[in-house]
């Protein structure tokens, strides 16, 4: 879904590749749509036409094998359907019946699970999760609150860090349920601040059901919901499915074998366009399913209700429990009311769905390769968007709109001095200054744009290519940049149409003295994991640099030449927080005691030893 900034590594390409937050406001960027012929009301078949013309589009540009798709009207599948390949290699074609790892899907059956327990009385979706779990301690840096509830944890806003990398997958990964009793770890953010993704959110949830329950979580998934659904081909296991179904997986046409994965709550679903069509039924029919009632319609009707409308920091972001949501004044569905969906992404495999509850309409749309990320997300909504004409004979409107024109005059100096600096933003470290006192420029991810006033006075992004050719930078160019204050934090606001999300903040330079002078000094240079095991690591370096004044991490993933450059801020001798949007917050890095004179830092659960100390 949109309004979903993710802040770390894992998706750092996507964001580089985007040198913008247009990712936070309005998904991949994809080839335009076809174009569509008038449709007439119940002809579901023009919707079957035009979304395969969608898939085999995508098929063929990004070199995506395999993709499966269902469409829900209420309690019918009007179509289920699978194109290309579940395994090129054995020429064995992709169905309805095919199974993929669904990733992040799997999180709403994991809410669902911690939602009958609440039904039955063996959870409280506002007590803390402490309480429940031995062992499960996260620390606070600067002595704040650290009580997590299962709520903040369904909503992403418990605080926790978005991944603790090691064994994260590994051919032999620990149970979850022993890394979370294990857990000590820093906060990233105040529990209930903002929404910050966290797959290890879901993992302590998942432990949670299992604690709750007296049933290891695969068994109550399987016993509670799964088979309630009549989900036959599906299951939570930490390994693809040995079914005969089980699709392989991709980097666009080479075979990127899938790993085992440890926060099975949180991705570890095995499951099939025709299986996640039962758990859509089930939502439109007010918890029910082949007469059985698998969650109430009180519990439904929480999961759709946006729970953090009073977050300011969250801006337009809304979530339900589970559900990413976007309210009908802010739908990219203009005219077909709240809209709903989460999508996916594990090793190749690349997951959406969304829904139109209101009107009782459903699209999944399973692939299996990493090419197609953006694909699945366009033509879930490009299909429900087709559906919902064809089943209500509302046409949505379009939500795009032409950016306001730029102000063509020089800057005042208040305006210049009010936008330069240092940033910290959803894709990195960003920079702002003026050359002659007059013009904005941005250095962003290894690129340089004009920042140029606006009719509207917000302020937008021009490029030029070689510093001559301007270039359309399309749904980019239409995004607004404003600073505000937001509960005492000063934050960049990104605007497009009527959304907002938060997209930054300035940030002070480095002190030239005391500890935090001295941290940076001794850790600057090359890193590099010393604590994998068999682990998949996607980074394949670490570097920490300073440069105008901000300490920097540049990291490169093991499978691109991209490199993400984040924010490092000392707090004192011994910690630094990686920061993401704000300016006082982020995972904590930690300086760890010396050992024979190296100097070595943790993050993201893993440990980094310095191999090349860098010239000042």
Same mark, same amino acid.
């Given at each position: 879904?949109?309004m979903?900034?993710?802040n770390?590594?894992h998706?750092?390409?996507?964001?580089?590749?985007?040198?913008?937050?247009?990712?936070?406001?309005?998904?991949?960027?994809?080839?335009?749509?076809?174009a569509?012929?008038?449709?007439? @009301?119940?002809?579901?078949?023009a919707?079957q036409?035009?979304g395969?013309?969608?898939?085999? *589009?995508a098929?063929?540009k990004?070199?995506v094998p395999?993709?499966?798709?269902?469409?829900?009207?209420?309690?019918k599948?009007i179509?289920?359907?699978?194109?290309?390949?579940?395994?090129a290699?054995?020429?064995?074609?992709a169905?309805?019946?095919?199974?993929?790892?669904?990733?992040?899907?799997?999180?709403?059956?994991?809410?669902?699970?911690?939602?009958?327990?609440?039904? *039955?009385?063996?959870?409280?979706l506002?007590? #803390?999760?402490?309480r429940?779990?031995?062992?499960?301690?996260p620390?606070?840096?600067?002595g704040?609150?650290?009580?997590?509830? #299962? @709520?903040?944890l369904?909503?992403?806003?418990?605080?926790?860090?978005?991944d603790?990398?090691?064994?994260?997958?590994?051919?032999a990964? =620990?149970?979850?349920?022993?890394?979370?009793?294990?857990?000590?770890?820093?906060l990233?953010y105040?529990?209930?601040?903002?929404?910050?993704?966290?797959?290890i959110?879901?993992?302590?949830?998942g432990?949670?059901?299992?604690?709750?329950?007296?049933?290891?979580?695969?068994?109550q998934?399987?016993?509670?919901v799964?088979e309630?659904? !009549?989900?036959?081909?599906?299951?939570?296991?930490?390994?693809?499915?040995?079914?005969?179904?089980?699709s392989?997986?991709?980097?666009?046409?080479?075979v990127?074998?899938?790993?085992?994965?440890?926060?099975v709550?949180?991705?570890g679903?095995?499951s099939?366009?025709?299986?996640?069509s039962?758990?859509?039924?089930?939502?439109?029919?007010?918890?029910?399913?082949?007469?059985l009632?698998?969650?109430?319609?009180?519990?439904l009707a929480?999961m759709f209700?946006?729970?953090?409308?009073?977050?300011?920091?969250?801006?337009d972001?809304?979530?339900?429990?589970?559900?990413?949501?976007?309210?009908?004044e802010?739908? @990219?569905?203009? !005219?077909?009311g709240l809209?709903?969906?989460?999508?996916?992404?594990?090793?190749?495999? @690349?997951?959406?769905?969304?829904l139109?509850?209101e009107h009782?309409l459903?699209?999944?749309?399973?692939s299996?390769?990493?090419?197609?990320?953006?694909?699945?997300k366009?033509?879930a909504?490009?299909?429900?968007?087709?559906?919902?004409?064809?089943k209500?004979?509302?046409?949505?409107?379009?939500?795009?709109? =032409?950016a306001?024109q730029?102000?063509?005059?020089?800057l005042?100096?208040?305006?210049?001095?009010?936008?330069?600096g240092?940033?910290?933003t959803?894709?990195g470290?960003?920079?702002?200054?003026?050359?002659?006192?007059?013009?904005?420029?941005?250095d962003?991810?290894?690129?340089?744009?004009?920042?140029?006033?606006?009719?509207?006075?917000?302020f937008?992004?021009?490029?030029k290519?070689?510093?001559?050719i #301007?270039?359309?930078l399309g749904?980019?160019?239409?995004?607004g940049?404003?600073?505000?204050?937001? =509960?005492?934090?000063?934050?960049?606001v990104?605007?497009?149409?009527?959304?907002?999300?938060?997209?930054?903040?300035?940030?002070p330079?480095?002190?030239?003295?005391?500890?935090i002078?001295?941290f940076?000094v001794q850790?600057l240079?090359?890193?590099?994991?010393t604590?994998?095991?068999?682990?998949?690591?996607?980074?394949q370096?670490?570097?920490f640099?300073?440069?105008?004044?901000?300490?920097i991490?540049e990291?490169?993933?093991?499978?691109s030449?991209?490199v993400a450059?984040?924010?490092?801020?000392p707090?004192?001798?011994?910690?630094?927080?990686?920061?993401?949007?704000l300016?006082?917050?982020?995972?904590v890095?930690?300086?760890?005691?010396?050992?024979?004179?190296?100097v070595?830092?943790?993050?993201?659960?893993?440990?980094?030893?310095?191999?090349?100390?860098?010239?000042?």
């Amino acid at each position: 879904p949109p309004m979903n900034p993710r802040n770390t590594v894992h998706d750092m390409k996507t964001k580089l590749a985007s040198l913008s937050v247009i990712l936070a406001l309005s998904g991949c960027a994809v080839a335009p749509p076809l174009a569509l012929t008038v449709v007439t @009301r119940g002809d579901y078949a023009a919707v079957q036409k035009y979304g395969s013309e969608l898939i085999e *589009r995508a098929i063929a540009k990004e070199k995506v094998p395999g993709i499966s798709i269902a469409l829900v009207d209420d309690q019918k599948v009007i179509w289920s359907q699978g194109f290309g390949y579940a395994d090129a290699q054995a020429k064995r074609p992709a169905s309805g019946d095919t199974i993929y790892r669904v990733g992040s899907i799997s999180k709403l059956f994991t809410d669902t699970a911690a939602l009958q327990l609440v039904e *039955r009385g063996k959870l409280k979706l506002d007590e #803390p999760v402490q309480r429940l779990l031995a062992g499960f301690d996260p620390k606070s840096w600067d002595g704040t609150g650290t009580d997590i509830t #299962p @709520r903040m944890l369904m909503t992403h806003h418990s605080g926790l860090q978005r991944d603790s990398a090691k064994s994260f997958q590994s051919q032999a990964p =620990e149970r979850f349920t022993h890394f979370v009793s294990n857990f000590n770890s820093y906060l990233a953010y105040q529990p209930g601040q903002l929404l910050s993704y966290s797959n290890i959110a879901l993992t302590v949830l998942g432990s949670v059901v299992e604690k709750q329950s007296g049933r290891p979580f695969e068994e109550q998934l399987k016993r509670e919901v799964l088979e309630p659904l !009549g989900m036959s081909q599906s299951g939570f296991s930490t390994a693809a499915s040995s079914s005969a179904e089980m699709s392989q997986s991709y980097n666009g046409e080479a075979v990127r074998p899938a790993i085992p994965l440890r926060d099975v709550p949180a991705g570890g679903l095995n499951s099939s366009v025709n299986d996640l069509s039962r758990f859509m039924q089930m939502v439109f029919a007010a918890g029910k399913y082949n007469g059985l009632q698998v969650l109430k319609p009180e519990s439904l009707a929480e999961m759709f209700r946006a729970q953090n409308t009073d977050v300011k920091l969250d801006f337009d972001n809304r979530i339900g429990l589970g559900w990413f949501l976007e309210p009908p004044e802010k739908s @990219r569905i203009v !005219g077909g009311g709240l809209l709903a969906g989460h999508g996916g992404a594990i090793d190749g495999y @690349r997951s959406e769905m969304t829904l139109l509850p209101e009107h009782k309409l459903g699209v999944v749309v399973l692939s299996n390769s990493s090419t197609g990320a953006g694909p699945v997300k366009h033509i879930a909504l490009e299909v429900l968007k087709l559906a919902l004409e064809v089943k209500t004979g509302i046409r949505p409107a379009s939500d795009s709109s =032409e950016a306001p024109q730029f102000v063509d005059q020089a800057l005042a100096a208040a305006q210049i001095e009010k936008w330069v600096g240092n940033y910290t933003t959803v894709m990195g470290y960003v920079r702002v200054y003026s050359k002659d006192g007059k013009t904005l420029q941005v250095d962003a991810a290894g690129h340089t744009a004009m920042l140029r006033e606006r009719a509207d006075g917000l302020f937008g992004l021009s490029y030029k290519l070689w510093g001559m050719i #301007p270039v359309n930078l399309g749904d980019l160019g239409a995004i607004g940049l404003a600073r505000q204050s937001v =509960e005492g934090h000063e934050v960049l606001v990104a605007h497009q149409g009527l959304r907002q999300a938060l997209a930054g903040a300035r940030i002070p330079t480095l002190p030239m003295d005391g500890d935090i002078r001295q941290f940076v000094v001794q850790h600057l240079g090359q890193y590099e994991v010393t604590d994998a095991g068999d682990g998949k690591v996607e980074i394949q370096s670490v570097r920490f640099l300073e440069e105008n004044g901000v300490l920097i991490a540049e990291v490169k993933a093991t499978d691109s030449d991209q490199v993400a450059r984040i924010v490092l801020k000392p707090i004192s001798g011994n910690l630094a927080l990686a920061l993401g949007p704000l300016a006082d917050r982020g995972e904590v890095v930690e300086a760890l005691p010396s050992t024979g004179g190296a100097v070595e830092v943790r993050a993201l659960g893993l440990t980094f030893r310095k191999l090349v100390t860098l010239g000042n």
